[in-house]
């Protein structure tokens, strides 16, 4: 096998949860791009089925509605997917959200939300995608963590998300030791400021906070969605066949300072 074609994902069946946007939708078009049937799984049906058709080419992208901090429906997409495009080869867990308090105003309501999608959904997924996967004696996870679970970033304060994000990386470590020997790779992405549009929604309530972000990251600029592409291929292929447990950061050099 070339190098270049230990990249390809033609045949393979790739799921990404929270797709229908932003970083998600990226990393969707990336894995479709190298040859991989996509799910654009999101809690949101209509913009997925949007994103679907805007990503459909030659390889197929279908829509699945999932709510990821509910198990039964993720039950419920693990089997939509197998029955229209077959067994899962690559599970993407995308889907996070953020909630900005200080710790002290937090309520339990805010922390467990935050905590239900970023950690439990990231759990989830990989429990049901990974039963299959175990079964089949192949597969590959790539969980999206973040450099916040690295090092607490600022001005924003967001003492739950740094937690969940932290937790992504442990359980990434901790399923990639369970199944090393049983044909699952499990590895995760740590990124740092990436320009979305909720990124950009975020810096228009408060545009000072852009300022210390650059300030802060020796590149001296956000990241651009697209710059995740060619690492969520390469986790997701045969080209890191030696590699799992890893949390891969690419953040501009922001936790290097």
Known sequence: MSVLESFSLE???????GAAQGLGKQMAAALAEMGADVAIADVNREKAERTA????GETDVVPVEADVTDEASVEAMVESVTDRLGPIDVLVNN????????????SIESWRRVLSVNLDGVFLCAKH?????????????????????????VPQKQASYNSTKAGVSMLTRSLAVEWADRGV????????YMRTDLVDETLEADPEMEETWLENTPMGRLGRPEELQELVVYLASDASSYMTGSTVVIDGGYTSR
């Open 95 to 106: 889907a996070g959200i953020v909630e900005h308090s200080p710790a002290e105003e937090t």
């Open 185 to 192: 790779r499990v590895n995760a992405i740590a990124p740092g």
């Open 53 to 56: 058709a805007e990503l459909d």
């Open 11 to 17: 045949g393979d069946v790739a799921v990404v949860t």
């Open 129 to 153: 995608v990974g039963q299959r996967m175990l079964d089949r004696g192949e597969g590959r996870i790539v969980n999206i963590a973040s450099m916040s679970g690295i090092d607490v970033n």
